[in-house]
């Protein structure tokens, strides 16, 4: 891993994501790319009855001036974070009215290999990452995402819950999840939720997980967990384990289309006290080394 991107709009709650991105930067090496969009509404200036028409670039631009010296100032206060220290830290900040998509974009244009986002946490889901920043930046980025709904703890990510229904698309993503588990050693949980309008046969799932889990060497652990919903199993199993990140895969764009329904990936991120990693299954689609 050689670049992080962590986007941040000053919030307490970003600065969870400066946190992790920290820890995750000193244990790999990375360069750090902190990154603020300066948010700028699409203006629309009516001409008055007399005929005068505003100067409307002129204002939008003095506008735009002192948003960009404003994100330049605080920027410079946010590199004397002591948890920065002695790392590689970048900066930069453009002015947008689109947020996720310039966030999105800037992470292609310095070829991240992950983002990293805090977010508000779990609560009411009209509350929180709902149609929010960070729910668009799941939906619509290519690059693999780590949201930290909570402040995080020294030595992160040392239990990691991989949820897959196993598919062959899994096998492609994997890698990725397991290398974000190596960085701390982390133990690899491979989960597989059974429901009642989605059954499934246990002699079946468990065939299916052994066949993945001897595939990349073997040293999991395996379960299967049945509840009413898949994502409540997923964060049932993820709290009983006491597990540090969620690991699920996603077609991204149309909704969030998912391993399972059409609404597990979106409501474990709107939900989830735990970190999440959401890794888009295009990109890693042709890496597949299942034959």
């Known amino acids: 891993m050689k670049k992080i991107l962590v986007p941040t709009d000053f919030s307490e709650p970003s600065y969870y994501g400066l946190d992790a991105a920290a820890q995750l930067a000193r244990s790999t090496g990375a360069e750090i790319y902190i990154f603020n969009v300066c948010e700028v509404s699409n203006y629309y200036f009516a001409a008055e009855p007399g005929g005068f028409n505003p100067p409307a670039s002129i204002m939008l631009d003095g ?15 946010l590199l004397k974070r002591p948890v ?21 974009t800037y992470a292609e244009k310095i070829k991240a ?26 939906r619509f980025a290519v690059k693999p995402v780590i949201i930290i709904p909570v402040k995080p703890a020294k030595g992160i990510f040392k239990k990691v819950v991989f949820a897959s229904d196993f598919t062959k698309e899994a096998y492609g993503i994997f890698p990725f999840v397991r290398e974000i588990a190596s960085i701390n050693k982390a133990e690899i949980h491979l989960l597989k939720i059974n429901t009642m309008d989605q059954f499934s046969r246990t002699i079946d799932d468990r065939e299916k997980i052994k066949t993945f889990s001897k595939k990349f060497g073997g ?6 967990y049945n509840d009413y919903m ?5 964060l ?6 006491k597990a540090d990140l969620i690991a699920i895969g996603t077609h991204g764009k149309k909704g969030l289309k998912r391993f399972f329904s059409e609404d597990v990936s979106e409501g474990i991120v ?16 042709n890496k597949s080394d299942l034959k």
């Open 63 to 77: 506008i735009n001036e002192n948003l960009k010296r404003s994100s330049a100032l605080r920027l410079r206060n």
């Open 84 to 104: 920065l220290k002695g790392l590689k830290v970048n900066t930069a900040y453009e002015v947008s009215s689109n947020i996720h998509n310039t966030i999105t």
């Open 113 to 138: 290999d992950l983002i990293v986002m805090g977010s508000h946490g779990a609560g009411n889901l009209k509350e929180i990452i709902l149609g929010s920043t960070a729910e668009r930046v799941v």
């Open 219 to 224: 040293k999991f652990v395996t379960a299967l």
């Open 230 to 234: 898949k994502e409540e199993g997923i």
């Open 236 to 241: 049932n199993y993820s709290r009983e384990v």
């Open 270 to 285: 709107r939900l989830s006290h735990i970190p999440i990693l959401i890794v888009n299954l295009k990109k890693f689609k």
